[in-house]
Nanobody, 118 residues
Framework: QVQLVESGGGLVQPGGSLRLSCAAS????????MGWHRQAPGKKRELVAT???????NYADSVKGRFTISRDNAKNTMYLQMNSLKPEDTAVYYC????????????WGQGTQVAVSS
């Protein structure tokens, strides 16, 4: 079993920055790709960014150029650096991991709230 714990969410003004972290524990060898997702009230969950085990990133168009996904496999940690935040970025952000490498998200964190306002 893999456990994922997100941290770093909070309240930020438009144009500001936040850095989310996702710490993995348990059967770390079971992790292949990882991803960040977000869900706002009344909206379907959106895949924000993915990163392969070797560090190749992919981004949703809505965050491309503003967000950066990275991972440190030695620390079993994934990050999402969020810059130039907009009110529409407000959501609960979830960390995920895939055992197989087919973007089937087998493990999920508890979520961390990001609010962008004023």
């Amino acid at each position: 079993q893999v456990q994922l714990v997100e941290s770093g969410g909070g309240l930020v003004q438009p144009g500001g920055s936040l850095r989310l972290s996702c710490a993995a524990s348990g059967s770390i060898f079971s992790i292949n790709d990882m991803g960040w997702h977000r869900q706002a009230p009344g909206k379907k969950r959106e895949l924000v960014a993915t990163i392969t085990r070797s560090g190749i990133p992919n981004y949703a168009d809505s965050v491309k150029g503003r967000f950066t996904i990275s991972r440190d496999n030695a620390k079993n940690t994934m990050y999402l650096q969020m810059n130039s935040l907009k009110p529409e970025d407000t959501a609960v952000y979830y960390c995920s991991a895939d055992r197989v490498g087919i973007l089937r998200w087998d493990y999920w964190g508890q979520g961390t709230q990001v609010a962008v306002s004023s």
